[in-house]
């Protein structure tokens, strides 16, 4: 049998790096990335009837309900039977409840850790108003590092433009739910004996490392 890869999640304020060290993490690690904030907006491109039920939740910064996030995600990680091999996971959970059925989910494979990437909300804000998207494949950028050739993708040549949800009003009410409905996650996991912090408020190949440094030192691939 081959050894499977680490089973993680990636806590985190709006803007707090999920989606930029996830991507490394997944690489790094090569297991799955799964981003149901990106999994939303790729069905929304595509005219999915999900992804356009998604947008309207998603544009007013308020959380898509449970049973359709936990629908889709259910069907994610059955794909290759990622749930054994590994996995990073992106934005979700991100109720208690979505904590809750993921346990049920992941039955006979347990998370390996749940990580909190800890940034301030001033940093967090920053990021936002500077962060641009890829149209097509979510590539992410900042007006301080953007893309090599006049806004488009140096992975795939598509636009690369502003998150739909990035306004003030929409970033405002994102920071507030995760105040009310993420911070009971980050709980959940400090009594399940799984939670790790690490500072994302670095620059970002620093905090790639630790994250590096911490999944190393507590992964055993050798657990089922
Ligand atoms: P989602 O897409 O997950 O958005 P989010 O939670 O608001 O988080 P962000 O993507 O804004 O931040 P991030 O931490 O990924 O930061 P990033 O790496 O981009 O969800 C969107 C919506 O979908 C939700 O509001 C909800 O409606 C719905 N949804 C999704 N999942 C759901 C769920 N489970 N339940 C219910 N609803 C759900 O970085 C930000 C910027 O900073 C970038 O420009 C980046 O280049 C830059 N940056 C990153 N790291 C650094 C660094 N170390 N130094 C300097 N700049 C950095
Ligand atoms: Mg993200």
């Known amino acids: 049998?081959?050894?499977?890869?680490?089973r993680l999640v990636l806590l985190g304020k709006q803007g707090a790096g999920k989606g930029t060290q996830a991507t490394r993490l997944a690489e790094h690690y090569e297991v799955a990335h799964l981003?149901?904030?990106?999994?939303?907006?790729?069905?929304?491109?595509?005219?999915?009837?999900?992804?356009?039920?998604?947008?309207?939740?998603?544009?007013?910064?308020?959380?898509?309900p449970d049973e359709?996030?936990?629908?889709?995600?259910?069907?994610q990680l059955a794909v290759g039977?990622?749930?054994?091999?590994?996995?990073?996971?992106?934005?979700f959970p991100r109720t208690r409840r979505q904590a809750e059925e993921l346990r049920q989910i992941l039955d006979g494979h347990p998370l390996d850790l749940a990580i909190d990437l800890d940034v301030p909300t001033e940093?967090?804000?920053?990021?936002?108003?500077?962060?641009?998207?890829?149209?097509?494949?979510?590539?992410?950028y900042h007006v301080d590092h953007p893309p090599k050739q006049n806004w488009t993708c140096d992975v795939c040549g598509a636009k690369v433009v502003q998150r739909d949800d990035d306004t003030e009003e929409s970033v405002m009410r994102r920071l507030e739910l995760y105040e009310i409905e993420t911070l009971p996650v980050i709980q959940f996991y400090r009594r399940a004996a799984t939670l790790v912090h690490v500072d994302g408020g670095l620059e970002s190949d620093e905090v790639f490392k630790s994250l590096v440094e911490t999944v190393t030192s507590k992964f055993d691939p050798a657990k089922p």
């Open 123 to 140: 940093i967090v804000l920053h990021r936002i108003a500077g962060r641009r998207v890829c149209s097509q494949c979510g590539a992410l």
């Open 68 to 75: 359709t996030v936990l629908g889709l995600v259910e069907e």
């Open 81 to 91: 039977d990622r749930a054994r091999h590994g996995f990073v996971l992106d934005g």
């Open 35 to 64: 981003s149901t904030g990106d999994l939303f907006r790729d069905a929304a491109n595509r005219g999915h009837e999900l992804g356009i039920e998604a947008k309207s939740f998603m544009d007013r910064g308020e959380l898509v």
């Open 1 to 6: 049998m081959s050894r499977r890869g680490p």
